[in-house]
Antibody, heavy 123, light 111 residues
Framework: QVQLVESGGGVVQPGRSLRLSCAAS????????MHWVRQAPGKGLEWVAV????????YYADSVKGRFTISRDNSKSTLDLQMNSLKTEDTAVYYC????????????????WGQGTLVTVSS | QSVLTQPPSVSGAPGQRVTISCTGS?????????VHWYKQLPGTAPKLLIY???NRPSGVPDRFSGSKSGTSASLAITGLQAEDEADYYC???????????FGGGTKLTVL
């Protein structure tokens, strides 16, 4: 079965960096676009970034553009999120998420989620 | 402020029917992008509930149904059960933002 396991979360001071990783298994990782979605404590879901199946295309939410970098290693079935210049408002649970394969280009949704890793940005 | 608007909370008694609305705009739902719904229990990751406006993944009971019209969508839950108590999120894609967008979430309470 599909498994997505995030790691790398923790407590970090504002302005510092942190790198999250996601280990994927149970499916052909190199065939799927992958995303990061976050959820601040007690708040709703916020899309963060996406990377295409081959890593050639990357897009970011305005709130993280220029500070976060998404990457993947298809040989290791891993997805990363490099987070620089962290702000207190980046505090959240970060989920590694698989986007469903679909023939319908206007139907873009997530069919598998990891358990999440908590990032706390605090001095 | 979420791009998609949901009511913060809804409630219903066991066995009743409830609906959760999701209102967007001409750059997301109104542009023809499908709406998808997720259920999140406390302390757990969201789980796909409805995709492509009306489709249920295998394992999701037919008590759950989705619909879409214009710039809005709805999730309906019939025959409410205690285990339906959770947070529900709608999601779509926004062409102006070039990104995926969520509703603010709706907390369903089973009375």
């Amino acid at each position: 079965q599909v498994q997505l396991v995030e790691s790398g979360g923790g407590v970090v001071q504002p302005g510092r960096s942190l790198r999250l990783s996601c280990a994927a298994s149970g499916f052909s990782f190199s065939s799927y676009a992958m995303h990061w979605v976050r959820q601040a404590p007690g708040k709703g879901l916020e899309w963060v970034a996406v990377i295409s199946y081959d890593g050639s295309n990357k897009y970011y939410a305005d709130s993280v553009k220029g500070r976060f970098t998404i990457s993947r290693d298809n040989s290791k079935s891993t997805l990363d999120l490099q987070m620089n210049s962290l702000k207190t408002e980046d505090t959240a649970v970060y989920y590694c998420v698989r986007r469903a394969k679909t023939e319908v280009v206007t139907s873009l949704y997530f069919d598998s989620w990891g358990q999440g890793t908590l990032v706390t940005v605090s001095s | 402020q979420s791009v998609l608007t949901q009511p913060p909370s809804v409630s219903g008694a066991p066995g009743q029917r409830v609906t959760i609305s999701c209102t967007g705009s001409s750059s997301n739902i109104g542009a023809g992008y499908a709406v998808h719904w997720y259920k999140q229990l406390p302390g757990t990751a969201p789980k796909l509930l409805i995709y492509g406006n009306t489709n249920r993944p295998s394992g999701v009971p037919d008590r759950f149904s989705g619909s879409k019209s214009g710039t809005s969508a709805s999730l309906a839950i019939t025959g409410l059960q205690a285990e339906d108590e959770a947070d529900y999120y709608c999601q779509s894609y926004d062409s102006s933002l070039s990104g995926w967008v969520f509703g603010g979430g709706t907390k369903l309470t089973v009375l």
